[in-house]
């Protein structure tokens, strides 16, 4: 459950009820919203963010204070939705784990700048487009774009709060953006902007 | 649409209009690039690796364009995809966690 292997502390109740409002709740937000990026689901959302908080409380004894609260937090999410969400999703998971190895390819290095998506169509989204477009990736991929672009987490939290290398984090996120970026190309065409 | 939205189109206006008479239109060092810019984008870059991009995208357009617009995208992202708990739900969170203390 915990980032690191740190020895189990003891904390009494009312430390218990400290960490949990001072350390855990001030995240609830974030912790919300990547429940709800996660899932697309408003109800399971709910429930996902609900279970991760009563499981944190749980197991708070494996969290040392004063660490990486917000990290730890995500991560039991993350395993949470993994265990009881993932498996009735109706998406399964699309991505090539041979995905370091296409690290930064030649097909990637000629398509530098989407030619037909420029800042002219991107200065107008600035309705529901770029929800939407995040929402329609697969689901390892909105997860590196969420926990980098939206959340700031460095690689180095990224790689332990999925359990994957660095490289890999890097790689993700990588294909994540080129992806994210032809599906703002598509809505940019949808809007008119045809060569953009 | 709110205040930061419109920092965001002026910065993209600002960035297409800008001298692009005097950088180089091609980039003879993609891939290298691409890896900088990411690590510059997400924050990991070392400040010599920030310095040596800095210079380059002086000079170099695709480069410069790139930069600025997966800069723009992040914050983008950040400005239109992020949301707030429901308050019955943090209510409901914490009241679960007082009625129960797990010994």
Not at chain 1, 8 to 13: F, L, P, R, V
Not at chain 1, 30 to 53: E, I, V
Not at chain 1, 93 to 116: A, G
Not at chain 2, 86 to 101: A, G, V, W
Request: proline fraction near 3%; include cysteine.
């Amino acid at each position: 459950m915990e980032l690191e292997e740190a020895p189990k502390q003891h904390y009494s109740e009312k430390e218990k009820n400290n960490i949990f409002n001072n350390e855990f709740m001030p995240h609830i937000n974030s912790m919300y919203n990547f429940a709800y990026r996660l899932t697309l689901d408003s109800d399971d959302s709910k429930d996902l963010l609900q279970d991760t908080y009563l499981k944190a409380y749980r197991f708070i004894d494996s969290f040392q204070q004063g660490t990486n609260a917000k990290a730890w937090l995500f991560r039991i999410l993350k395993n949470s939705f993994i265990n009881d969400y993932r498996k009735k999703s109706k998406e399964p998971s699309k991505v090539d784990y041979q995905e370091v190895e296409s690290y930064y390819n030649s097909e990637d290095v000629d398509r530098q700048i989407t030619p037909d998506l420029r800042v002219e169509a991107l200065k107008d989204m600035i309705g529901d487009e770029i929800s939407n477009a995040l929402n329609s990736l697969d689901v390892d991929f909105r997860t590196v774009i969420i926990l980098c672009d939206l959340e700031g987490f460095k690689y180095e939290e990224m790689a332990k709060i999925l359990d994957i290398p660095i490289g890999t984090v890097r790689s993700r996120l990588h294909r994540a953006r080129n992806l994210l970026k032809e599906k703002l190309s598509e809505y940019a065409k949808q809007m008119g902007y045809n060569n953009a | 649409m709110n205040t930061p939205n419109k920092w965001v189109i002026i910065t993209l206006k600002s960035m297409s209009n800008s001298d692009q008479g005097q950088r180089k239109t091609d980039c003879t060092d993609k891939r290298n690039c691409l890896e900088m810019l990411q690590l510059i984008l997400d924050g990991e870059a070392t400040p010599e690796q920030k310095a040596n991009f800095k210079s380059h995208i002086d000079e170099c357009m695709p480069c410069f364009q790139h930069y600025h617009f997966d800069q723009a995208i992040k914050e983008l992202l950040k400005l239109k995809c992020t949301s707030q708990a429901p308050t019955d739900l943090i209510e409901s969170i914490k009241s679960k966690i007082s009625e129960k203390p797990i010994y």
